[in-house]
């Protein structure tokens, strides 16, 4: 109806999946090519989550366009099966037929054949299922079974997990931990701020057709991003009735006005001044720790002195961002983590309160209130081992000769990880203590060779530029990677430039040698 009125060619707002509307923006074109590469490496469970309307199912299908002409799509379409329903139902999907009498064992048995056919002949056969937190536990129990089916040297079936936030819970349970442990790519699709709004209107609209000056006025797009909370779906019904209300206006440029008026139309509420001012306080606390996250591969944030508080649900790796700065913006690659919680404020520091000189050694790194020194809380460092200060409670007048029992950390492994750790370690020494590094991320430790064989081949680096070092974090160990050998930050910051965009978005931070040293020094303390 308004289409020849704002020149365009096409609806630009509808709710239906079309690829060539889809915007790259937001991350969700990092995010794309993050996936596209997961898949292709073949290895392990893929998940993507995000909430009710972020765009999972336009992402899905901008997938489908992405991936190579040798790979065979199966889907799910309906998750919500019990587990010998659902081996029916991919079966199906590979073009197998049974009979009602068969078991769920000799459908498996046919499935890994024709796999086994698809493989020789070159395919590969990538599973998507979506809405998948709607899964019973059972039947995502007989999903993991189903990544089992491999080669010796690759899987015959990837796996790709779509589903709302509810999917995490349940991967969660310790009765599928097991799945748990294949998922080895999570991304997390984050509703856009009020700017990613304002260039995803601009570019719907310019895929479209539309030519003329920005349609929607910066009133219009603020009024769009406190009732639409930044989901796609939202965002989409809104500008498209605010649309007809400037056509029915007799209006090129969409204010406040239309707006009020789609959201009139809709289910929205408009949120109230003082109940938007308590919620943008809570996504600005919730965005800024959840902030440099990317997909594809869970990035751990860690700050260059001190580990950050891991997310809820375990992933590979997680952002890390620069130091001595604020949180930015939300969502740069995924495979990014849900926010954790805000940890509490350190209280205000006090004048330290005199102990008693003699102290065991061992007694002296065990868990007991101290008063903080006067420096500001937020700079404390608290050794590994020990519990935060406590600016309230008095010091014991003398610590037992014996240790009180505490929870230990788990111990760094003994292997040949201990062993790159320690020749990592030795090269770090040896540095000039002012040359610079890029540190990259922070993994687990089953995932280091992974992630270091890929470093080298997508950098194209050799092992010898690569430096690996460990962090404890709530009481979990990860290994922090990082890239190069740089006499100034002009160079280090050239070479960060060169790197792949996969590395650059987890916004990487440069950092001498001499600072790891220290950090490696007081970690092993």
Request: with cysteine; charged share 20%; aromatic share 6%.
């Amino acid at each position: 109806m308004y289409l020849e009125h704002f020149g365009l060619k096409q609806h630009p707002f509808r709710i239906i999946p079309n690829q060539e509307f889809f915007y790259s923006g937001a991350n969700r074109g990092a995010i794309l090519d993050a996936l596209a590469y997961a898949i292709a490496s073949g290895e392990g469970i893929v998940k993507i989550v995000g909430e009710v309307g972020t765009g999972k199912t336009m992402l899905c299908r901008a997938l489908e366009s992405r991936l190579a002409d040798n790979i065979d799509l199966l889907f799910l379409p309906i998750p919500s099966l019990p587990p010998e329903e659902v081996i029916r139902a991919i079966s199906d999907e590979l073009g197998l037929t049974h009979t009602a009498e068969q078991k769920s064992t000799q459908i498996i048995r046919e499935m890994q054949n024709r796999l086994i056919e698809k493989h020789a002949q070159g395919r590969q056969v990538v599973l998507f299922i979506d809405e998948a937190q709607a899964m019973p536990l059972d039947s995502l129990e007989e999903i993991r079974l189903l990544s089992n089916l491999e080669t010796s040297s690759s899987k015959l079936l990837q796996i790709v997990l779509f589903g709302q936030p509810e999917l995490d819970q349940h991967i969660d349970k310790p009765q599928i931990r097991q799945l748990k442990e294949r998922i080895t790519h999570s991304f997390y699709l984050y509703p856009f701020n009020k700017k990613e709004i304002a260039d995803y209107l601009a570019y719907r609209l310019g895929a479209a057709g539309y030519t003329g000056a920005p349609a929607f006025s910066p009133g219009a797009v603020s009024l769009i991003y406190r009732t639409s909370l930044g989901l796609v779906r939202r965002i989409n019904i809104l500008a498209d009735k605010a649309l007809l209300a400037g056509f029915a206006d007799n209006v090129h440029s969409i204010s406040a006005k239309q707006v009020k008026a789609a959201i009139r139309d809709s289910s929205y509420k408009r949120p109230s001044s003082s109940s938007y001012a308590k919620l943008a306080l809570a996504l600005l606390l919730v965005l800024g720790v959840s902030a440099a996250l990317w997909a594809g591969r869970a990035w751990l944030p860690l700050s260059p002195t001190q580990p950050a508080k891991p997310p809820a649900t375990t992933q590979p790796a997680q952002p890390l961002p620069a130091p001595a700065q604020t949180a930015p913006p939300p969502a740069p690659l995924a495979e990014n983590t849900p926010p954790p919680e805000q940890p509490d404020k350190s209280p205000a520091p006090v004048q330290p309160t005199p102990v008693a000189p003699a102290q065991p050694a061992a007694a002296s790194r065990q868990p007991q209130p101290v008063a903080a020194p006067p420096v500001a809380p937020a700079k404390e460092h608290v050794t590994l081992g020990s519990t935060p200060p406590n600016a309230h409670s008095p010091p014991p007048a003398q610590p037992e000769p014996t240790a009180p029992a505490r929870e230990e950390a788990p111990p760094v492994p003994q292997d040949a990880l201990q062993s790159r750790l320690d020749a990592s370690r030795e090269a770090i020494d040896k540095q000039n203590g002012a040359s610079l590094t890029i540190q990259l991320m922070a993994v687990h430790p089953e995932a280091v060779e992974n992630e270091l064989a890929r470093l080298q081949k997508l950098a194209q680096v050799g092992p010898e530029q690569l430096f690996i070092y460990s962090a404890m974090s709530n009481k979990r160990m990860l290994i922090t990677i990082a890239l190069g050998v740089y006499a100034s930050a002009t160079e280090a910051r050239a070479a960060l430039a060169r790197l792949p965009a996969m590395y650059r978005q987890s916004q990487p931070v440069l950092r001498t040698f001499k600072s790891i040293g220290e950090g490696i020094r007081k970690t092993g303390e």
